[in-house]
């Protein structure tokens, strides 16, 4: 794997090689190796504290791995050149309460240098996905905090990113608007895009075209939810990941 930033359409989206985390005793991510090709919806699943975030926020840059490394599209991590081409939602919110919904959004639009009539077209189809149309100019301050983080998620993908990791984007998110937000994550990889996401609501995980099973920060199982769950005889992903953490641990 090459260091350089030459972008390389061949290169997978993400690679990782024994990558690692440590936070004093507590072993967060252990020795993962990861290979994500472009175009491909996957998704990191596990129980809380099995080490999505943490891994996310190394591949994002902002916490540095303890072991190992990363590229993305074909960058080493952090992968500043590519800064533009990825996008990022934070499990915990990034956005400015005392602005309003628009222009939270104009704001990471202008951030990345987005034309202003791109921006205004994004921003509609955004604010359609979130369902938050009609909120487009209250103070983010007055949304509750399932708004707030639909907004969050708008705004990680305003500049229409190649790459972009969401983590737990469908927290918080009512059944009927979470079905909108998969259905526009669909709509990204049709158009080309990697879009890896954590979640820990397995059932709407079998929607990724794969998934990386996460326990105790160690991947247990990978590939696509049907073939897991039809390796172990499940009638859930939820099962089939039951299952693989009995096998682990036998
Ligand atoms: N900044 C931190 N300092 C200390 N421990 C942390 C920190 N961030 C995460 N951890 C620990 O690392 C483990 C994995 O956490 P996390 O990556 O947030 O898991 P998940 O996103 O799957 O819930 C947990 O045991 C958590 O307590
Ligand atoms: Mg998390």
Redesign the pocket.
């Known amino acids: 794997m090459s260091e350089g930033t030459e972008d390389g359409e061949d290169r997978p989206a993400v690679v990782t090689r024994g990558l690692g ?1 440590s ?2 005793d ?4 252990r020795d993962l190796n990861l290979e994500i090709g472009r175009g491909v919806m996957y998704g ?1 699943i ?12 190394i591949l994002s840059g902002l ?1 540095s791995a303890s072991t190992g490394e990363a590229w993305l599209l074909g960058e080493r991590v952090p992968a500043r050149a590519n800064r533009p081409r990825i996008g990022y939602m934070p ?1 915990e919110m990034a956005i400015y309460t005392d602005l309003t919904v628009h222009e939270n959004i104009d704001l990471f639009g202008e951030m990345y240098s987005i034309p202003a009539e791109e921006r205004a077209e994004r921003e509609d189809s955004l604010l359609a996905m979130i369902g938050l149309k009609e909120r487009r100019d209250s103070l983010v301050s007055n949304l509750s905090g399932g708004m707030k983080h639909r907004v969050s998620l708008a705004c990680a993908l305003v500049h229409d990113p190649e790459l972009v990791f969401l ?2 984007p469908t927290v918080g998110v009512d059944p009927e608007l979470r079905k909108g937000f998969w259905d526009y994550f669909a709509n990204l990889k049709a158009r080309g895009k990697t879009v890896v996401l ?1 979640t ?1 609501y397995m059932d709407e995980a079998v929607r990724c075209d794969a998934v990386g099973m ?1 326990r105790l ?1 160690r991947m247990i199982a990978e590939g696509a939810p049907m073939e897991l769950i039809e390796s172990t005889e499940s009638a859930t992903l939820e099962d089939a990941f039951i299952a693989k953490a009995r096998e682990e641990s036998a």
């Open positions: 985390k936070f004093g507590v072993v967060a991510v990191l596990g129980p809380n504290g099995s080490g999505k975030t943490t891994i996310i926020r916490l499990q983590d737990e954590t820990h996460m920060g």
